[in-house]
């Protein structure tokens, strides 16, 4: 019978006893969450364009990441036979690379103002991407499953993919957005583009109101 693999994404180990390493275990997982508890439920219930391509551009580095690895095939830390991650490869860490694209994609669209609500106070709402960013860096390294070369060579691309994926998005293909919209796709399922409302969620309140009350005025 060939060897059990566990899926290297959710399959985070730390030392029986060590809280700080249960607790960036957790943090090892926040790709995770971001991409199920965050994009999935985003399309579900939201359908905007311009997150939509914000994922896109994640699963464009993912590969690129899987394509560096296989490519330069370099070995992860000896602590990687009590981890059970020997037979995949370690430059550049995927995790890394996920989260600083994360951060600064998330960075660049706060900065030009394209929120659900009115970023009054930008500093603080860029606080929480970048500080779990760099707690992911910390964490892959502190539970053996990265070496720091390793680590801040997927901080780098990350940055540098999330930066040119922005600039793709709302330089080359913003132009696309309203063919989109009115493309057989966007009315199925109402895709959206609503980057150029300041407050979208002040909109949609503002807008849910006056439409019950033009209900309440015909029922009356």
Not at 13 to 21: A, M, N, V
Not at 44 to 70: H, V
Not at 84 to 90: A, I, M, P
Not at 99 to 106: E, G, L, R, S, T
Request: glycine share 6%.
């Amino acid at each position: 019978m060939a060897p059990h693999k566990a899926v290297t994404l959710t399959h985070v180990r730390y030392q029986k006893g060590d809280h700080l390493g249960y607790f960036l275990a957790w943090v090892s997982l926040v790709p995770v969450f971001i991409s199920l508890g965050g994009f999935v439920s985003h399309f579900l219930f939201r359908r905007e364009l311009q997150t939509m391509f914000f994922a896109i551009g994640l699963l464009i580095s993912q590969f690129i990441n899987e394509i560096i690895k296989t490519t330069v095939q370099q070995a992860r830390p000896e602590t990687c036979a009590l981890l059970d991650v020997c037979d995949s490869h370690g430059w550049p860490s995927s995790h890394c690379q996920y989260m600083f694209f994360f951060a600064v994609y998330f960075t660049l669209v706060t900065c030009k103002g394209i929120a659900l609500w009115e970023v009054r106070t930008r500093v603080s709402s860029l606080l929480l991407p970048w500080s779990l960013a760099v707690l992911t860096m910390y964490s892959r390294v502190y539970l053996g499953y990265h070496t720091v070369a390793q680590v801040f060579a997927g901080a780098i691309l990350g940055i540098f993919l999330g930066a040119g994926w922005f600039w793709v998005v709302n330089s080359v293909l913003y132009c696309y957005f309203p063919v989109i919209e009115e493309s057989k796709f966007g009315r199925t399922f109402y895709v959206k583009d609503t980057s150029h409302i300041k407050n979208v969620f002040k909109f949609e309140y503002d807008n849910a109101r006056a439409a019950r009350n033009i209900v309440d005025s015909k029922s009356n």
